[in-house]
């Protein structure tokens, strides 16, 4: 029987409303963007990140974040993104922050990767 990984990604204007809650149940994955040259919106950023994660229906998911527009002077590393979502807070579930450029496509297939190995694994050992 074959297997599907159902992730769902945001989009700014769709948190905004209330609308994503309906997308939130049955998800084995969170992508969550982050616009790497935007230093200054980084705190809305973490907030709207930690709203979501504190949803009951996402407790068993894991958290991939792009840390978009590398290509771009001045961008933020995936360390310096992974310090200002404090990441490192987040004992319970897996996560991982890769560089990206949406741009040029540089970075998506390695985050997608991750997402499957991880869930696939997930699967396969029932625990996450």
């Known amino acids: 029987m074959r297997q599907y990984t159902r992730f769902f990604t ?43 994660l504190e949803q009951d229906e996402l407790r068993h998911t894991c958290l991939l974040v792009y840390a978009n527009k590398q290509d771009l002077p001045g961008a933020a590393n995936p360390s310096q993104v992974t310090e200002a979502m404090d990441l490192f807070k987040l004992k319970d579930r897996r996560w991982y922050v890769q560089a990206c450029c949406a741009a040029t496509g540089e970075g998506l297939v390695e985050g997608l990767q991750w997402v499957a190995d991880t869930v696939r694994e997930k699967k396969r050992t029932r625990v996450f």
């Open 10 to 52: 945001l989009a700014y204007p769709l948190l905004n409303s209330n609308l994503w809650r309906h997308y939130l149940q049955n998800n084995d994955a969170l992508i969550f963007l982050v616009d790497s040259s935007d230093k200054e919106r980084f705190s809305e950023a973490r907030e709207e990140l930690w709203g979501l």
